[in-house]
């Protein structure tokens, strides 16, 4: 039981919500001269792959087609319209329609005829819209100059067709000559913002590869892995004619360990796709599923029955191990990862689960770290064989570590539970119950590690371990600690994971009624109590009507109701006086969740400007809002803005830095006074 310790660890590392700024396609120009007086000016679009954008006429109802600007000029004149490539067509699952697109590389040319023998300009702008198989991005509009060099004078001739759209393009200074790549121009908030989210994103994987690694010892120190270590390291070091081809073989045993459950994580983000899988956190039916899986999970822990492969498979897979050299080796880890698999499948399906809801190479990373974790043992024992003297004997404690790990498998379900409720709104489990439920689950991990409790595969019980006894202190701790959040204590350690404050049957605490300065009967009208007793809109229009009649800033709060940063914020930031004092008194806070799925009014239900489809609940409209204007998609995400709608500052992101936020909160509202 000395490594027992560890398994608290990983169920207490928490999965942040990130979204990302996707700039999919990049552009560059070039000049070419077909004679003395015509050039064809060239604009070609990199699409990324899993990317493409449309072409310049696409059926009504449909995305935004690809357009073009040519500025008008006295120095030139249009020869034809524009000239895209062939591309193809296909069914879009996004508009559902037949539509031509293109993939990969886009080439876009223009011929013109000048007009005198100057050397000019020639200012263009091209607007379009980028989607993959799941999302499109709001429309994106770049500039560019292209350079004319001085040539022959010639008669003024009269274009084929001029450009439909009689409009100058505003083109910066620095615009990009032909031949170079064009930069996207992207504003001071969003450079900002991007560099935020991939340094959280970088948390997040970090944070992930961390878990999987403590789950990958957790399940080491089960009952089908642990006497597998001796038993294979001694194979290797018999079978071997000395000890360096004995530890060459153990480490390419744990390669092919690692190649085994990366190929794994690797699968599930090929199948899911990388983008896709960020969907995962706020929407219902997987909720729901993940919550089912985890229970299953947990219950085969607890022993009720044994997640099990087919025999055959490891038969066939047997008979191949015994082949010589590589390929035996790479049969028998496959041999492991079968034979372990009613250990090793419910931790690997909860790593998986929390990674998927995460997004991107999460699931790659956590399988990485899984089994590292699983691998290292084998070569280190394998160099250093006189260590496994130090190994404690199998027993009914390997047993013990696969209850203890059931235990936090159920408590952690009811995590995506309460998700999918919190989407919904439908407050059948609001935070008292959850944290009763929790309560309840830890006291019985408590009973059972102080050995009043035994399962079915439980060894008799004779005296506890020391390292039985602390993990039974510290989880009985643990679950003291949970109990006053029932009156209302934020518990901080865990802020994400139970329901917010607010969501709850007596946000003061059970048995508490609203002190005066938060009763709902000094809230403005449309305005109800938030986190942290703060007066909160959840309607932009009312928000803004109501700022306008005090004569105070809005602080834009794009959050969601199954977002674990947000909590965090609401939990640990907005509490700090400084913070809660501004909040409170020196602005009015519009809080924008954008997965609500409460349903719109048919009036309000218009067709949305990015996917084309329509939009029916209160979620999508913010959503599509934060989108169109501020370029982002990412919760939590704050925005001071004037009476007019226009930023005060920087927006800013996830920051759990209190003075940070402190001092963004000053700077916007002596903004607004100045």
């Not at 310049?56 to 600007?69: D, E, L, R, Y």
Request: include cysteine.
């Amino acid at each position: 039981m000395k490594k027992l310790i560890l398994f608290i660890a990983i169920f207490f590392a928490m999965h942040n919500l990130t979204a990302q700024i996707y700039d999919p396609v990049s552009f560059k120009t070039s000049v070419k001269e077909v004679d003395n007086s015509s050039y064809e000016l060239s604009i070609t679009a990199q699409i990324d792959k899993g990317w493409h954008m449309y072409s310049q006429k696409v059926p009504a109802n449909g995305p935004m087609p690809t357009s073009f600007v040519f500025a008008k000029s006295k120095n030139y004149a249009a020869k034809g319209g524009i000239v895209e490539p062939d591309g193809h067509e296909i069914d879009d699952p996004i508009f559902n329609m037949r539509i031509k697109l293109f993939e990969t590389k886009a080439v876009f040319t223009q011929k013109i005829e000048r007009k005198n023998s100057d050397a000019f300009k020639v200012k263009a702008a091209i607007e379009f819209m980028v989607c993959n198989d799941q999302s499109c991005l709001p429309p994106s509009e770049r500039e560019f100059v292209f350079e004319i060099p001085k040539g022959a004078a010639k008669e003024e001739l009269k274009a084929a067709e001029e450009v439909k759209k009689d409009a100058t393009v505003p083109v910066k200074e620095d615009a990009v000559r032909a031949e170079v790549p064009v930069k996207t121009v992207i504003k001071k908030e969003i450079a900002s913002l991007q560099k935020n989210e991939d340094a959280a994103g970088g948390e997040n994987i970090w944070s992930i590869f961390l878990l999987s690694f403590l789950g990958g010892l957790a399940a080491l120190l089960t009952p089908c892995v642990f006497p597998m270590i001796p038993m294979t390291v001694s194979f290797f070091t018999k079978q071997s004619k000395n000890k360096a081809a004995g530890i060459r073989n153990a480490l390419v045993y744990g390669i092919f360990i690692i190649i085994i459950y990366v190929a794994l994580g690797t699968l599930v983000t090929t199948i899911f796709g990388a983008d896709a899988l960020n969907a995962l956190a706020t929407n219902v039916v997987f909720n729901l599923i993940f919550f089912l899986l985890l229970v299953v999970f947990a219950i085969s822990f607890l022993g009720a029955f044994e997640i099990v492969l087919p025999s055959s498979w490891l038969t066939r897979v047997d008979n191949n191990s015994q082949k010589s050299g590589v390929i035996g080796i790479f049969f028998m880890a496959l041999a492991l990862a079968i034979v372990s698999f009613s250990c090793t499948g419910p931790i690997v399906g909860t790593l998986l689960v929390q990674s998927a809801s995460q997004g991107g190479l999460a699931p790659v990373i956590g399988m990485f770290g899984f089994s590292l974790a699983i691998a290292l043992p084998f070569t280190l024992f394998a160099a250093f064989p006189g260590w496994m003297n130090s190994l404690p004997k199998s027993g009914g404690w390997l047993n013990s570590v696969k209850v203890v790990l059931g235990f936090l498998e159920l408590a952690l379900a009811f995590k995506f539970l309460s998700n999918a409720d919190l989407v919904l709104q439908l407050h059948l489990l609001e935070r008292e119950a959850f944290l009763a439920i929790w309560i309840a689950i830890f006291t019985a991990l408590t009973f059972y590690l102080f050995g009043k409790i035994q399962l079915s595969h439980d060894s008799p019980a004779g005296h506890l371990s020391v390292g039985r006894l602390g993990l039974g202190i510290a989880v009985l701790a643990f679950t003291i600690y949970l109990i006053p959040g029932l009156w209302g204590a934020p518990l901080q350690w865990i802020s994400g994971f139970p329901p917010p404050k607010q969501y709850s049957e007596s946000p003061d605490g059970l048995g508490m009624s609203a002190t005066p300065s938060t009763a709902a009967a000094i809230l403005a009208e449309g305005a109800e109590e938030g986190p942290n007793g703060i007066a909160v809109f959840r309607d932009y229009d009312l928000g803004l009507a109501y700022a306008k009649k005090v004569n105070k800033p809005v602080m834009l709060d794009f959050t969601g109701f199954a977002c674990v940063n947000c909590r965090k914020m609401e939990e640990r930031v907005w509490p700090d006086p400084q913070v809660l004092s501004q909040l409170k008194n020196d602005v009015i806070v519009i809080s924008l969740y954008v997965d609500d799925k409460r349903p719109l009014e048919e009036k309000e239900q218009i067709t949305s400007k990015i996917t084309g489809k329509k939009i029916k609940y209160i979620g999508q409209k913010w959503s599509e809002f934060q989108i169109l204007k501020y370029k982002t998609n990412a919760q939590p995400y704050y925005v001071l803005i004037d009476h007019n709608g226009e930023n005060l500052n920087q927006p800013t992101a996830y920051n759990p830095d209190i003075a940070f936020y402190a001092n963004w909160l000053k700077e916007g509202v002596g903004n607004f006074k100045k």
